[in-house]
């Protein structure tokens, strides 16, 4: 789950479930319920969102992607492909760049907003050979 910056919403992630709850935060109501039912058996662990609220991040284990959704509409912008099985976001502050952590290749996979494709992956050191 993650909350709006301005501290009214929070976003709940249904993770076996087709959607996505949003809770005002002021009256602790539902607020809103944004399908992701195009994209059946979605399971998703990590939820961010951009900082000026604009865009929910929605991290897809199944399909290794990470799925761009408008806040005030609850519409897919747009699929990011990353690693496999993508477990943690992060955006910077200036939300020019989400960070998607990838479990099963333990890798780190960047992508800009202004493109909406990953740049490259970058491998944990766990995962590099040492020459002797």
């Known amino acids: 789950m993650t909350v709006s910056p301005d501290g009214g919403r ?4 249904n993770e076996l479930g087709d ?7 002021g ?13 059946p058996g979605l399971t998703t662990d990590a939820l961010a969102i951009s900082p000026d609220g604009a865009w929910l991040y929605v991290a897809d284990l199944a399909r290794n992607a990470v799925l761009i959704m408008n806040t005030a509409t609850g519409g897919v912008r747009s699929v990011i492909r990353v690693g496999l099985r993508p477990v943690a976001l992060a955006i910077t502050k200036d939300g020019g760049t989400l960070y998607v952590a990838n479990k099963a290749d333990n890798t780190v996979t960047p992508s800009t907003r202004r493109r909406d494709l990953p740049e490259r992956r970058y491998q944990s050191a ?4 040492r020459s002797p």
């Open 19 to 25: 959607d996505i709850t949003v809770i005002n935060t």
């Open 126 to 129: 766990a995962n590099r050979t």
């Open 27 to 39: 009256t602790w109501r539902r607020a809103a319920v944004f399908s992701v039912a195009r994209w």
């Open 10 to 13: 929070l976003y709940i992630a």
